[in-house]
């Protein structure tokens, strides 16, 4: 269909459309590792192992169609990075990991806790090395997981403030500054390795006491396993399990734009009214050439104009391609005329 649409793409510009291009991509799935305490393997508040965060990250894979395999059975309860760093050595866990797409990790906390828990018993000196164990420790962890898998996506999650039923004063305050050091020794590792940090406790001290209801314990609700979810996939991308045009391939227009928002949202205007059923199986945002993004074109109420908004948490940092194919259709069931490809940055 000849001019069925313009695209107004942040700025108003209007674009005229080409020949069709024929590229696909072969259907994908993941492998998905976790590994660490207690928190990784979903340890509850009343001491029962229930649905944590890895469990949640791998039923949302497996309902978006994308996860082969998950495995938390590395992870265990007490785990120290010391006894990560040994859990590594097996064959066993190096076979999963070097089969692994995505790998993610909560660990140190065991390192440090018992301290916590006996305020006190250790200088100010001795709990900076303490920090500084654990943080070796984890730096030689991540750089193990590296070298058995160098395309893996790793995740190391940071922790909350554990102790919110401690009686307010100083002891209170230091162990709350300690633990800050804590994590950003994580931080830190996170940076150096260039892996991915989920940070977690700015979001629990907004409402710590009900994320760890038990002042007896120090474990999360599954409400607070929740955040842990919601804090990964405001960095995590699904990768789409479905065939999608390759960016690579010949598209009648191509547009370059400079780098946008996160929550950046794309307008299409239509010069004929179009068929909302074709709409979903012709845009397609994909990241690196490699990974299609989860997002829902809306159609206005007079099929004139079409909105896709940003995945739930943002765009991540890297290169995308917006593709609008022939499969785009009018009401009389007439394709486009030409196909577009516009490439945008989010940094």
């Not at 660990?107 to 654990?134: C, H, M, R, W």
């Not at 995590?236 to 065939?243: G, W």
Request: aromatic letters at 10%; hydrophobic letters at 40%.
């Amino acid at each position: 269909m000849k001019k069925i649409l313009s695209v107004l793409l942040s700025a108003g510009l209007a674009l005229s459309l080409g020949p069709v291009s024929s590229a696909s991509a072969a259907e994908y799935k993941l492998d998905y590792v976790a590994l660490g305490d207690s928190i990784a393997v979903g340890q509850m508040h009343d001491g029962t192992f229930g649905n944590g965060y890895t469990d949640m990250i791998g039923t949302k894979l497996a309902s978006e169609g994308v996860l082969d395999t998950f495995n938390k059975n590395y992870a265990a309860s007490g785990q120290t990075t010391g006894q990560l760093l040994d859990k590594l050595k097996l064959a066993s866990v190096q076979e999963s990991i070097k089969e692994a797409e995505l790998v993610t990790i909560s660990i140190g906390a065991n390192d440090f806790i018992q301290v916590a828990k006996q305020p006190g018993t250790l200088s100010s000196n001795e709990a900076i090395n303490l920090i500084t164990k654990v943080k070796t420790n984890v730096d030689q962890a991540v750089s193990q997981i590296q070298a058995l898998n160098p395309k893996a996506k790793i995740y190391l999650f940071g922790y909350y403030f554990p102790l919110p039923h401690y009686a307010e004063g100083v002891t209170k305050d230091n162990l709350r500054l300690a633990f800050n050091l804590f994590n950003n020794s994580l931080k830190s590792v996170a940076t150096t390795r260039q892996i991915n940090f989920v940070e977690v406790a700015p979001i629990f001290q907004l409402n710590e006491r009900a994320y760890l209801l038990n002042a007896n314990d120090i474990h999360p609700t599954e409400a607070g396993y929740q955040v842990f979810y919601n804090q990964f996939f405001k960095q995590y991308s699904i990768p789409y399990a479905t065939i999608f045009p390759s960016p690579s391939s010949s598209w009648g227009k191509t547009i370059k734009k400079a780098a946008v928002a996160p929550t950046k949202a794309w307008t299409i205007q239509l010069s004929k009214q179009v068929d909302p059923d074709t709409v979903k199986g012709s845009i397609y945002i994909v990241k690196d050439g490699e990974t299609r993004i989860a997002v829902t074109p809306t159609v206005s109420s007079d099929k004139r104009s079409i909105t896709i908004k940003a995945p739930a948490g943002g765009y991540t940092k890297g290169s995308y391609h917006l593709l609008v194919t022939e499969d785009l259709k009018d009401l009389f069931g007439n394709s486009l005329n030409t196909t577009v490809s516009m490439t945008f940055a989010i940094q």
